[in-house]
């Protein structure tokens, strides 16, 4: 048993020994709205009370993130080497074409953040998603940190306690660098883009990183993949200039929407004249199918037996959604097991969890999608119910409130832990919270900044 609720217990009496923290609030609210924290354009909905994990729960998310590193890994080599493998996932040729391109570096996975649902009571962990290079959330932990950490409350709970926030951007440039030193064609002064298609991309994350490269002495530029030139030779971004290492924040999936303007890119790949870091491989990673292929013979062969005790204990039970695969009138009739998502989408887009919905709604969602006819493949999967915790609600309107009309009563809402790893090793928690059943910025979501309390 941890002590993190025992913990968010102390911070809500710390803060209504200052009745509510008032000033506090308003004070972290107002930052935020003058914050780097934008995500589409809006300020991210964000929590006044941090998420509070101690030392155990350190331990079991950290074992968890890099066994499930370990495992990752191994799939990705196998598909690369093995062409019967490949035939385990049911990939458009484009995709595969991608994942095949030369890597030329060490690093099999560089980046990636795997979402969990940890029951804080008695330790258990179930995976609800991997990501790969398209991973976002640290400048929104980052912004949300300094914005309560000015607060009286924290202050006297950090008076009475260790504690740490997780450090997601210079120890990234450490390892983005190490592992471009890796790369066979490296260059003395490499000049480095960060690269998506903007509209879709976190774009103040990105500039916050390239600054933090700059500060290093490597030129560092935010760039449209879109723009990009390659004439056989060398990869220049919009400006004209060469670009020697890519750090890869487009998804793949964006790549396909945009196939014919990606070829500049995709031949500067394929030629090996830029280092794309990370590579498209890590697709197979962020494609939800995999978790049905986890539980493949073709995969267990190739795991050990703690890897395999690993997969079932913490892999959800995944299938397409059609005929095929599933009992589709099973399906229907459990609405509050299952929840139906993309294969190969992000951001929540078209995610149900049958608890959610009517059983009428749900019937018609089971029309919509089953047997590709949405047009791309949608997977079930079990219904995790998240772990629910203490916390306050966005304190959006503060602004307008007086203060005794200012809100202070604690809400349980749900929890989606996303734990970060730089080339495999635990970083950080990018912590989401919300009061309905799906976790997710359309539906009231939140996010809470993670600290770490007597780690060391």
Same mark, same amino acid.
């Given at each position: 048993?941890?002590?993190?609720?025992?913990?968010?217990?102390?911070?809500?009496?710390?803060?209504?020994?200052?009745?509510?923290?008032?000033?506090?609030?308003?004070?972290?609210?107002?930052?935020?709205?003058?914050?780097?924290?934008?995500?589409?354009?809006?300020?991210?909905? @964000?929590?006044?009370?941090? /998420?509070?994990?101690?030392?155990?729960?350190?331990?079991?998310?950290?074992?968890?993130?890099?066994?499930?590193?370990?495992?990752?890994?191994?799939?990705?080599?196998?598909?690369? @080497?093995?062409?019967?493998?490949?035939?385990?996932?049911?990939?458009?040729? /484009?995709?595969?074409?991608?994942?095949?391109?030369?890597?030329?570096?060490?690093?099999?996975?560089?980046? @990636?953040?795997?979402?969990?649902?940890?029951?804080?009571?008695?330790?258990?962990?179930?995976?609800?998603?991997?990501?790969?290079?398209?991973?976002?959330?640290?400048?929104?932990?980052?912004?949300?940190?300094?914005?309560?950490?000015?607060?009286?409350?924290?202050?006297?709970?950090?008076?009475?306690?260790?504690?740490?926030?997780?450090?997601?951007?210079?120890?990234?440039?450490?390892?983005?660098?190490?592992?471009?030193?890796?790369?066979?064609?490296?260059?003395?002064?490499?000049?480095?883009?960060?690269?998506?298609?903007?509209?879709?991309?976190?774009?103040?994350?990105?500039?916050?990183?390239?600054?933090?490269?700059?500060?290093?002495?490597?030129?560092?530029?935010v760039a449209d993949v879109r723009d990009l030139r390659?004439?056989?030779?060398?990869?220049?971004?919009?400006?004209?200039?060469?670009?020697?290492?890519?750090?890869? /924040?487009?998804?793949?999936?964006?790549?396909?929407?945009?196939?014919?303007?990606?070829?500049?890119?995709?031949?500067?790949?394929?030629? @090996?004249?830029?280092?794309?870091?990370?590579?498209?491989?890590?697709?197979?990673?962020?494609?939800?199918?995999?978790?049905?292929?986890?539980?493949?013979?073709?995969?267990?062969?190739?795991?050990?037996?703690?890897?395999?005790?690993?997969?079932?204990?913490?892999?959800?039970?995944?299938?397409?959604?059609?005929?095929?695969?599933?009992?589709?009138?099973?399906?229907?009739?459990?609405?509050?097991?299952? !929840?139906?998502?993309?294969?190969?989408?992000?951001?929540?887009?078209?995610?149900?969890?049958?608890?959610s919905v009517t059983q009428e709604e749900w019937e018609?969602? !089971?029309?919509?999608?089953?047997?590709?006819?949405?047009?791309?493949?949608?997977?079930?999967?079990?219904?995790?119910?998240?772990?629910?915790?203490?916390?306050?609600?966005?304190?959006?309107?503060?602004?307008?409130?007086?203060?005794?009309?200012?809100?202070?009563?604690?809400?349980?809402?749900?929890?989606?832990?996303?734990?970060?790893?730089?080339?495999?090793?635990?970083?950080?928690?990018?912590? /989401?919270?919300?009061?309905?059943?799906? !976790?997710?910025?359309?539906?009231?979501?939140?996010?809470?900044?993670?600290?770490?309390?007597?780690?060391?």
């Amino acid at each position: 048993m941890s002590y993190n609720a025992d913990y968010t217990r102390e911070y809500f009496a710390i803060m209504e020994s200052l009745q509510g923290d008032v000033p506090g609030r308003r004070a972290a609210y107002e930052y935020l709205q003058g914050s780097t924290a934008i995500v589409h354009h809006q300020v991210v909905a @964000a929590s006044f009370v941090p /998420r509070l994990f101690d030392a155990q729960t350190y331990r079991i998310m950290k074992e968890t993130a890099e066994t499930a590193h370990r495992i990752l890994v191994k799939v990705i080599e196998h598909y690369l @080497a093995d062409p019967a493998y490949r035939r385990a996932f049911d990939f458009d040729p /484009r995709l595969e074409e991608l994942i095949l391109l030369p890597r030329g570096y060490d690093a099999v996975l560089p980046f @990636a953040r795997v979402d969990t649902f940890l029951d804080e009571d008695d330790g258990r962990i179930k995976f609800c998603e991997f990501n790969a290079d398209g991973s976002s959330g640290m400048n929104e932990n980052r912004e949300i940190t300094t914005s309560v950490a000015q607060s009286k409350t924290f202050e006297e709970f950090a008076n009475r306690h260790h504690v740490e926030g997780c450090e997601l951007f210079e120890s990234w440039v450490d390892k983005f660098l190490d592992i471009y030193a890796t790369y066979e064609r490296r260059v003395e002064n490499p000049r480095i883009a960060i690269c998506d298609y903007l509209e879709n991309g976190v774009v103040d994350e990105f500039h916050i990183y390239a600054g933090l490269f700059r500060q290093r002495g490597v030129e560092c530029v935010v760039a449209d993949v879109r723009d990009l030139r390659f004439d056989g030779e060398v990869l220049r971004d919009g400006e004209g200039r060469q670009v020697d290492a890519i750090w890869r /924040r487009c998804v793949t999936n964006d790549v396909i929407d945009h196939w014919d303007e990606s070829q500049q890119l995709i031949d500067a790949v394929r030629a @090996a004249k830029v280092a794309l870091i990370g590579s498209f491989a890590g697709h197979i990673v962020h494609d939800k199918q995999l978790f049905s292929v986890l539980f493949d013979e073709r995969t267990t062969a190739f795991l050990d037996a703690d890897e395999i005790s690993f997969v079932e204990e913490t892999v959800p039970l995944t299938a397409f959604l059609d005929d095929d695969h599933v009992n589709l009138p099973q399906i229907r009739e459990n609405r509050c097991e299952w !929840i139906i998502k993309p294969t190969d989408h992000y951001g929540a887009d078209d995610v149900y969890a049958g608890e959610s919905v009517t059983q009428e709604e749900w019937e018609r969602l !089971i029309d919509r999608f089953a047997n590709g006819r949405a047009g791309h493949p949608f997977i079930v999967q079990r219904y995790i119910r998240p772990f629910k915790t203490e916390t306050l609600p966005p304190d959006t309107g503060i602004d307008a409130l007086p203060d005794d009309e200012v809100p202070f009563d604690p809400r349980p809402y749900n929890n989606l832990n996303g734990l970060y790893l730089y080339d495999g090793e635990f970083m950080g928690v990018f912590s /989401r919270l919300g009061p309905q059943p799906t !976790i997710s910025k359309d539906k009231q979501g939140m996010t809470a900044a993670t600290i770490w309390v007597g780690r060391g």
